[in-house]
């Protein structure tokens, strides 16, 4: 597949840098242009380009840039293509969103209004970078950590579990992208590492307001 991201941070470059491994091309990209991402193709492995280049070269894009850029995302050239939101919620860096402190949405909803003809699967925001890089296993392995996913379309889910398995975890769908608050940033599986079994039990038992059912 080709993959487009938007952000070549921490998230932009792990995920870049395993999917490279894992066969895929890559392009990675940021709001100060290509020419400040000089090193990068050496250490990830893929391209670098423009945000519009990278859209323009992804089947699938991701978009990993700070969770109040989001309505920069380009709109048009995203319509029917899956977008993988990354983001979190972190008001300190983005800023106050009422209907975030109001529970009344979620951030991939948010990016789903603003590209209403984008197939959106929320996935990779649970995990560290870190772990992400690290702690890839084997199907099967006794250790093997599983990571939510939430999406409205099926085929854009399943090339994202495709993504999962090819990284060394287990993919858990829990549902249509409104669940994505289960596991949003602050709620009991954040960045928590679970197999499949005590994830899906941790995130059923999780309550809206972030607290869990005894
Ligand atoms: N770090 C983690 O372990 C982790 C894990 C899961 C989820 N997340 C979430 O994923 C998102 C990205 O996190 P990160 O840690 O990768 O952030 P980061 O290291 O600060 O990187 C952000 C990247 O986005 C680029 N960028 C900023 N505004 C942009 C725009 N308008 N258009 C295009 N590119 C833009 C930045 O480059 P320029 O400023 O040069 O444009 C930079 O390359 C956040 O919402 C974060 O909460 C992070």
């Given at each position: 597949m080709k993959i487009g991201i938007i952000g070549a941070g921490f998230v932009g470059r792990a995920i870049g840098k395993l999917a490279v491994q894992a066969g895929h091309q890559v392009m990675l990209s940021n709001s100060r242009g290509a020419e400040t991402l000089f090193s990068l193709p050496h250490a990830v492995g893929g391209e670098v380009g423009t945000v519009a280049e990278a859209v323009a070269f992804g089947d699938i894009v991701v978009v990993a840039i700070p969770f109040s850029a989001y309505r920069s995302v380009p709109v048009e050239p995203l319509a029917g293509k899956i977008v993988i939101d990354t983001n979190n919620y972190y008001p300190e860096r983005d800023g106050r969103f009422s209907e975030l402190d109001a529970r009344a949405t979620t951030t991939s909803e948010l990016l789903a209004d603003h590209l209403p003809r984008s197939r959106i699967v929320k996935a990779f925001n649970a995990i560290t970078m870190k772990d992400l890089e690290s702690d890839g296993r084997p199907?099967?392995?006794?250790d093997r950590r599983a990571l939510p996913l939430v999406g409205d379309d099926m085929e854009a889910k399943s090339v994202v579990i495709g993504l999962y398995e090819a990284f060394g975890f287990d993919a858990l769908d829990v549902g249509q992208l409104s669940e994505g608050w289960r596991f949003e940033r602050g709620t009991p599986a954040y960045c928590v590492p679970f197999g499949k079994t005590d994830l899906a039990k941790t995130l059923a038992a999780t309550r809206r307001d972030g607290s869990i059912a005894a």
């Open positions: 199907a099967g392995a006794p």
